[in-house]
């Protein structure tokens, strides 16, 4: 794992940069997207690499990493609508390019099936971005998702509903109850993985995620069977790293031609 702390500025303009490097050697990547507030910051960076430097996306193809099961189609909160809002509608991203896991279909088992099949179809993800949950969850893989898990139906803890009442005017009994996420197993196939983490409140979950053992009950650390994967982090979200100034030296020391620019 390449552990990277710094400034929240700087952390936004690295996964920008790693996006952004991957559409100009391949035009038509398929990069992984995720929600909530952490990559909010790298849209942004993404949209003013479209406006001000001409990145394309007119042949790369989107995957979300997952959807709240029955949010009405129009709701703002619904993962589609957060990326169209926040990314898609601002890098020319046309909507048959940007594909979620379908929360309002009648057999959700299906979906989730079909979800995997469209992945695999794309020929697989090359850049996934990622967040993590206070209780180590990424995407919506709760504590005691199998390691190997696939996309499916999952059921929302009350931390992460109470984590995610923000988003709906501050109601946990708001926010849905089940979910459809990408699996363990699905995240682990994506060529690279870009992890950001912000705060404190996220310490304890990074901390398991770079240097705990590989448990089912903190699911982020299965990133450690990945073979590259880039973790983004502020000194808050670093605080508890034994292994924190070590990263910072061998950040510095790092050979230019290390990808992550
Ligand atoms: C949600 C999303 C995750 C995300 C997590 C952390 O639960 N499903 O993909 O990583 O929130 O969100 P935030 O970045 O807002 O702390």
């Given at each position: 794992m390449e552990v990277v702390i710094a400034p929240a500025e700087e952390l936004?303009?690295?996964?920008?940069?790693?996006?952004?490097?991957?559409?100009?050697?391949?035009?038509?990547?398929?990069?992984?997207?995720?929600?909530?507030?952490?990559?909010?910051?790298?849209?942004?960076?993404?949209?003013?690499?479209?406006a001000e430097e001409g990145l394309s996306f007119?042949?790369?193809?989107?995957?979300?990493?997952?959807?709240?099961?029955?949010?009405?189609?129009?709701?703002?909160?619904?993962?589609?609508?957060?990326?169209?809002?926040?990314?898609?509608?601002?890098?020319?991203?046309?909507?048959?390019?940007?594909h979620g896991p379908d929360g309002l279909a009648d057999d959700l088992g299906a979906a989730c099936t079909a979800y995997e099949r469209a992945i695999r179809g794309a020929g697989g993800i090359d850049l996934q971005l990622l967040g993590i949950g206070t209780n180590g969850h990424i995407a919506f893989n709760e504590p005691a998702s199998a390691l190997a898990s696939r996309t499916r139906v999952e059921a929302l803890t009350l931390q992460t509903r109470r984590d995610n009442a923000r988003f709906f005017g501050g109601d946990v009994?708001?926010?849905?109850?089940?979910?459809?996420?990408?699996?363990?197993?699905?995240?682990?196939?994506?060529?690279?993985?870009?992890?950001?983490?912000?705060?404190?409140?996220?310490?304890?979950?990074?901390?398991?995620?770079?240097?705990?053992?590989?448990?089912?009950?903190?699911?982020?650390?299965?990133?450690?069977?990945?073979?590259?994967?880039?973790?983004l982090v502020d000194d808050a979200a670093a605080s508890r790293l034994t292994m924190a100034d070590h990263s910072r030296v061998?950040?510095?020391?790092?050979?230019?031609?290390?990808?992550?620019?």
């Open positions: 936004a303009r690295r996964a920008a940069g790693a996006v952004a490097a991957l559409l100009r050697r391949k035009p038509d990547a398929v990069i992984g997207l995720a929600t909530g507030s952490s990559p909010l910051d790298v849209y942004e960076e993404l949209a003013r690499l479209h007119a042949q790369a193809r989107g995957f979300l990493l997952d959807e709240y099961v029955g949010l009405p189609a129009d709701h703002p909160e619904r993962y589609r609508n957060v990326i169209e809002r926040e990314l898609a509608s601002r890098v020319g991203w046309a909507p048959e390019q940007v009994e708001q926010v849905p109850t089940l979910c459809l996420t990408q699996g363990l197993g699905t995240i682990l196939e994506a060529r690279r993985l870009v992890m950001l983490a912000r705060g404190e409140h996220k310490a304890e979950a990074v901390r398991q995620m770079v240097e705990g053992p590989v448990s089912a009950m903190w699911p982020a650390t299965a990133l450690q069977h990945h073979p590259h994967v880039t973790v061998a950040d510095r020391s790092r050979l230019p031609c290390a990808d992550i620019s």
